[in-house]
DNA sequence: AATGATGTTAGAGA
DNA sequence: CTCTCTAACATCAT
């Protein structure tokens, strides 16, 4: 679910709130201290000067040239709600304000490191282009899409062709272009990257503007459930027919995720 | 009780 | 060194 409109949505949310507020106390909360969750209480007088997002990570710029970098992970939710449980970080500002992060199954990350100091997240260090970035066209999918064998599916997991995908909206980016999740990603044939690209670009897009997608946990930094379930067209829809041709969806592990995909209209 | 879940990453082997 | 694959992380719901 934390996928990248999840993890925009929240950005969105948290920005009036953050921008330019002054960190006054940082803790963790039954989180130990370790490469998940680190060096909190480095932000304790800094300001945040901006509230960005890069794939499904959100970068907040530090005053004193540190990084507060947030993954919401599976199960993350950052609320202003003191949650009942599994609550990992508090964090509170000069202006009165207090925000908590909450992360039931602890996959979450919340640190400061300095900035542009990725050496701990590897996936935020290698990260693809921003899908909404102007210079990612379908020559450049392309281009990437041919660096590896791997199944197109979990290629778009990696995060390294371009960053934000997660295991629901790629199902659903490859349903609507009727690519098979196990095509060879340097397979996939080049006359369909136009198609490619802007399913990936209008999907996420849609998904935004419908504040994401909630399967269990997700929720908006407001308590709201994101409402781009109800457009799912092939994420968990295994068994159900086919909203394009009428044949039965099916589910099946490809790289060790669940993936959910037509066999009759999906090559 | 057993199974599966949205993400990332360490480690192993090629 | 890079690419690829697998399992592990922790907790809850069914």
């Not at 409109?5 to 909360?29: D, G, K």
Request: with cysteine; net charge neutral.
């Amino acid at each position: 679910m934390p996928e990248l409109p999840e993890v925009e949505t929240v950005r969105r949310e948290l920005e009036p709130w953050l921008e330019h507020a002054i960190v006054s106390h940082a803790a963790l909360v039954d989180a130990p201290e370790g490469k998940k969750y680190a060096n909190l209480s480095r932000c304790i007088g800094q300001t945040i000067e901006a509230v960005q997002r890069r794939g499904k990570f959100l970068i907040l710029p530090l005053s004193e040239g540190d990084e507060l970098i947030i993954h919401l992970g599976m199960t993350g939710i950052i609320t202003p709600k003191l949650p009942a449980k599994h609550l990992r970080v508090k964090l509170e500002f000069h202006n009165a304000a207090t925000l908590y992060f909450q992360d039931t199954r602890r996959f979450g990350r919340f640190l400061v490191v300095k900035a542009g100091e990725y050496q701990s997240l590897p996936t935020l260090a290698s990260l693809g282009i921003e899908p909404f970035d102007e210079a990612f066209s379908a020559d450049y999918l392309a281009k990437q899409l041919a660096k590896s064998r791997t199944a197109i599916k979990t290629y778009l997991l990696s995060q390294k062709p371009v960053a934000g995908l997660g295991n629901i909206y790629a199902d659903e980016v490859l349903w609507q272009v009727q690519i098979h999740p196990r095509t060879a990603s340097n397979a996939v044939p080049k006359n369909l990257m136009p198609q490619l690209r802007d399913a990936i670009v209008d999907i996420l897009q849609k998904s935004i503007e419908a504040q994401g997608t909630t399967l269990n946990d997700y929720r908006t930094v407001n308590g709201e459930v994101g409402a781009y379930l109800e457009q799912l067209n092939a994420y968990g829809q295994a068994g159900k027919p086919c909203p394009r041709c009428k044949g039965l969806l099916e589910r099946e592990v490809i790289g060790g995720r669940s993936s959910h995909f037509c066999p009759q209209c999906q090559q």
